[in-house]
């Protein structure tokens, strides 16, 4: 993710840095991915979340819009890591 584009788009600053293990020229800045595979339907050619169109398809007719997470409720043996604070900086 290119942080001075995130910034322009957004209007706000980025408050992380370069990317451990990027090549020199990339301009991407630390991230963590809140996704999850096999949920998305648009296909692209190049994702690499995506086993199959079928999976993602399967996925994304389980999303419910009132669960507590992308993918579905809370089972209670999850292991919950916080990156940042309650208002999104990380």
Do not use: W
Not at 6 to 28: F, W
Not at 61 to 68: D, F, I, S, V
């Amino acid at each position: 993710m290119d942080g001075a584009l995130i910034e322009r788009i957004t209007g706000r600053p980025v408050k992380a840095g370069k990317a451990k293990s990027q090549r020199p020229l990339c301009n991407c800045v630390e991230s963590f991915d809140i996704g999850q595979y096999d949920t998305c339907i648009h296909g692209c050619r190049y994702c690499y979340a995506n086993a199959s169109m079928e999976k993602a398809q399967k996925g994304f007719e389980a999303h419910t819009p009132a669960a507590t997470m992308l993918g579905g409720m809370l089972m209670g043996d999850e292991k919950i890591t916080v990156h940042g604070d309650a208002q999104g900086d990380a």
